[in-house]
């Protein structure tokens, strides 16, 4: 079985300050690892992937996250939050077998940036 | 422009009808899943189809079924609708594992 777990439904930075998303996988194989971004009445849209190469994986819009085999996490950072950041994340697995393919979410962080 | 295509945006409609939710592809992918997201639940898997053959079923109710047709457009219907079925549903494309998805803008169903 695959999960991910999102620590923190909300997060409220500064703009200027340091972002960071917490996000804790189990999966019974080396996982495939996924970031999307929510902006209100959209779709999800990809971010970032991590699929077995470099562990530090960099995004789209300044974002990176960086594959923890020993913490089983994959934190989504960004150095300098900016107004436009302010979004919901999901973080997802997938991995292979009956679950090759199929992405599993976590409930997803809505971060807030505050001026 | 994400490259998948929902049709229609917004539904609404009565307890006891059907309805039918619409999505194309990403050109190139194979994959196509359905995604249900609500207040409560989240987002939900429902459902992936590969190349037109069912790969996946996640908890996707009877009431519900879908289709991936010979050009890779995909069908969700929706039937003896329930309030509760009301929410957001996405459609999203992949070209293989570890791609990632393209998600569609998504289908806002109001069942009242």
């Known amino acids: 079985a695959q999960s991910v777990t999102q620590l923190g439904s909300h997060v409220s930075v500064s703009e200027g300050a340091l972002v960071l998303l917490r996000c804790n996988y189990s999966?019974?194989?080396?996982?495939?690892l996924f970031w999307y971004v929510q902006y209100p009445n959209q779709g999800l849209q990809l971010l970032l992937k991590?699929?077995?190469?470099?562990?530090l994986v960099k995004g789209i819009n300044g974002f990176e996250a960086e594959f923890k085999k020993s913490e089983t996490s994959f934190h989504l950072t960004k150095p300098s939050a900016h107004m436009s950041d302010a979004a919901e994340y999901f973080c997802a697995v997938s991995g292979s077998g009956t679950n090759a393919g199929k992405s599993t979410f976590g409930d997803g962080t809505t971060l807030t940036v505050k001026p | 422009d994400s490259g998948v295509t929902q049709t229609p945006k917004h539904l609404i409609t009565a307890t006891g009808q059907r309805v039918t939710l619409r999505c194309s592809p990403r050109?190139?992918?194979?994959?196509v899943y359905w995604y249900q997201q609500s207040l409560d639940q989240g987002l939900q898997f429902l459902i992936q189809y590969y190349n037109g053959e069912e790969r996946a079923k996640g908890n996707i109710l009877e009431r519900f079924s879908a289709q991936q047709f010979p050009d890779l457009h995909s069908e969700l219907n929706l039937s003896s609708l329930e309030l509760g079925d009301s929410a957001l549903y996405f459609c999203?494309?992949?070209?293989?594992?570890?791609?990632?998805?393209?998600f569609g803008s998504g289908t806002r169903l109001t069942v009242v």
């Open positions: 050109s190139g992918d194979l994959s």
């Open positions: 999966s019974s194989v080396p996982p495939y």
């Open positions: 991590y699929t077995s190469a470099a562990t």
């Open positions: 999203a494309s992949s070209e293989g594992r570890g791609g990632g998805y393209t």
